[in-house]
């Protein structure tokens, strides 16, 4: 996540998305949300969505950190050419997996998706996707968090290998990347200004590594940031070069960082950003309209970002007889190896 895929927020959001349909080793994606229906599962699995619900709601008891996993795990999965899981898949002797990439710096709670996969597969063995669980336990994030409860199709099939480093690359931008940039890359799956300000209300949530932060704090302090501000960022960020795997972090949200809410908003404006890139949007005069929007209204906040998720989630998956059910998240069924 150079961009976000390197911090450890609770979405990526400067995902970049292909408008192609992909045709690789894993099959031809469907295009956008072809194939995807809601309810998928009713006749052949009908407790599939509960038996999700129930166990994102247990772990999130055992370890709050779980729903912004969750979460992240959209923007990372579904923005890199399709939502077909290939995030979970482990590495292989060929193969770095996207998870244990640059770009994926941060993220974890891998393990937990293969608990709630199991919780189903006992139910229903070989019925429910890994693309479908990440995605709807996602949604269950969002809601454990305070967020909307967003209505969401399925019906994705899993792919079978992880993609490159050089295509995570391409599609994850850094969040040093101008605001045109990333406008131009949401609106290429469709996603709007709107949308795209909603969703980097993500960082209402969650925290943002020191590694990604310490170039607004030093050599010198960048002097957009709010100086009220800066003496607790450089408490939490004290070393110009942090160690990536020390346990430094700065809260996104001070003030209600468990909870989804508009507060992010209303901090930009302030100037209390923590990423240039939520700078940019408060400043630039094609998103700070809708950032101001946002600020004074949660309900429009909750209304967009529920758009835009959806939009997200229905990237080119994989449908019908493309890909496969794996029967366990970390790798693809055995025939396919």
Not at 33 to 55: H, R, T, W
Not at 157 to 172: A, I, P, T
Request: glycine share 6%; charged share 25%; hydrophobic share 35%.
């Amino acid at each position: 996540m150079g961009y976000l895929g390197s911090c450890f927020l609770l979405f990526s959001v400067f995902i970049t998305v292909s408008a192609t349909v992909k045709n690789d080793s894993n099959g031809v994606g469907a295009g956008a949300g072809d194939g995807l229906v809601m309810n998928f599962y009713k006749e052949s699995c009908p407790q599939a969505e509960d038996i999700i619900k129930e166990q994102v709601k247990l772990l999130y008891k055992r370890h709050k950190n779980t729903a912004f996993s969750w979460i992240r795990n959209i923007f990372h999965d579904c923005a890199v050419q399709s939502c077909d899981a290939s995030l979970l898949l482990d590495s292989t002797r060929r193969h770095l997996s996207e998870k244990e990439a640059d770009r994926s710096f941060g993220m974890r709670n891998f393990r937990y998706l293969n608990t709630i996969k199991e919780a189903v597969e006992r139910e229903c063995p070989n019925v429910v996707s890994c693309a479908d669980i990440l995605v709807l336990s996602g949604r269950e994030g969002v809601a454990a968090l305070g967020g909307p409860y967003i209505p969401l199709k399925t019906g994705r099939r899993d792919g079978y290998r992880s993609r490159s480093s050089s295509v995570l690359e391409e599609y994850l931008p850094d969040h040093n990347e101008s605001i045109s940039t990333v406008l131009e890359k949401f609106a290429a799956m469709d996603v709007d200004t709107p949308g795209l300000v909603a969703l980097l209300g993500s960082h209402s949530v969650g925290r943002t590594h020191c590694v990604k932060l310490v170039q607004r704090l030093y050599p010198e302090v960048d002097p957009k940031l709010n100086p009220d501000h800066v003496p607790h960022m450089m408490k939490k960020c004290p070393d110009p070069i942090p160690d990536p795997k020390a346990v430094q972090y700065v809260r996104n949200d001070r003030g209600t960082p468990m909870i989804l809410d508009n507060n992010y908003f209303r901090n930009i404006l302030d100037n209390k950003g923590l990423l240039l890139v939520d700078h940019q949007i408060a400043t630039d005069s094609r998103t700070r309209p809708y950032v101001k929007k946002m600020a004074k209204s949660q309900d429009y906040f909750f209304k967009e970002f529920t758009r835009a998720l959806q939009i997200l989630t229905e990237n080119n998956p994989l449908t019908g007889t493309n890909g496969e059910i794996r029967k366990h998240c970390s790798f693809a069924n055995k025939h396919h190896h």
